[in-house]
């Protein structure tokens, strides 16, 4: 769990921790709507469906829907636990497409990223992880669960392009500060924080690992970060998750 800062701080936290929490846990020792002012949208981070490419023969998520809905609860993927954002994706597509699959929880993407390299597992929702092994060719990427394409694969449509519309498992890391931080002080490290987002040395490190970068204004952010929580609270309230 993470906790507002003495004042001074900012405190770096990710949708987990805004959007997820809340829902899943009713007793956290922070409250995100009091104790924490939205800074600085730092990076989405896409979620990205993937299947082992030598186990599974579907090549696009025509062929890999056509797979499940033949196999009901003969499948299962893989996430770094209940509640995670991957998790919540994989939920969010089954509850879209009617489908079933089992889920198997690990502890932490590591793993589970693992095993569907081993074939134990069908499918996950990658955040980034397994970018090296779907280039290398042992991941066969189906599709990007964003809004908009991922720049680091341009040719591979979003869920809603193939007809899931409005699917987002986008999660995102920013930076917060305490309460009671003036607004002047908020608009400074904002704009501050943006210039270095925009560096090539920054925005190509956070392409590297999966994410994407997102300046916006405070208020911007606050919203994203609102919507991101009707969102992922929607999905955990209908499907009834519960954390580890």
């Known amino acids: 769990a993470a906790k507002a800062q003495p004042d001074g701080y900012t405190l770096f936290m990710g949708a987990v921790h805004h959007s997820i929490a809340p829902a899943m846990y009713p007793k956290l020792d922070y409250d995100i709507e009091k104790d924490l002012i939205p800074l600085i949208l730092v990076a989405s981070v896409p979620q990205v469906l993937v299947v082992n490419a030598k186990k599974h023969g579907a090549m696009d998520f025509k062929a890999f829907l056509a797979e499940i809905k033949a196999n009901?609860?003969?499948?299962?993927?893989?996430?770094?636990?209940?509640?995670?954002?991957?998790?919540?994706?994989?939920?969010?597509?089954?509850?879209?497409?009617?489908?079933?699959?089992?889920?198997?929880?690990?502890?932490?993407?590591?793993?589970?990223?693992?095993?569907?390299?081993?074939?134990?597992?069908?499918?996950?929702?990658?955040?980034?992880?397994?970018?090296?092994?779907?280039?290398?060719?042992k991941l066969r990427l189906i599709a990007v669960g964003s809004p908009k394409r991922s720049p680091l694969f341009p040719d591979t449509p979003t869920l809603d392009e193939l007809g899931l519309k409005g699917f987002d498992a986008d999660t995102f890391f920013g930076f917060y500060a305490p309460a009671g931080t003036p607004p002047a002080i908020v608009d400074r490290l904002n704009a501050e924080i943006n210039k270095q987002i925009a560096t090539p040395a920054v925005t190509d490190r956070i392409l590297a690992i999966g994410g994407v970068p997102a300046p916006m204004s405070p208020a911007e952010f606050g919203a994203k970060a609102a919507e991101d929580s009707k969102r992922f609270g929607a999905i955990i309230k209908e499907r009834k998750i519960v954390g580890d």
């Open 72 to 137: 009901p609860g003969k499948l299962n993927y893989g996430s770094p636990g209940n509640g995670s954002s991957p998790h919540l994706a994989a939920e969010m597509m089954k509850a879209q497409t009617g489908t079933f699959a089992v889920h198997v929880p690990y502890r932490g993407a590591a793993p589970a990223l693992t095993d569907l390299l081993g074939g134990q597992i069908d499918f996950i929702f990658d955040p980034g992880i397994g970018i090296p092994h779907i280039k290398a060719g």
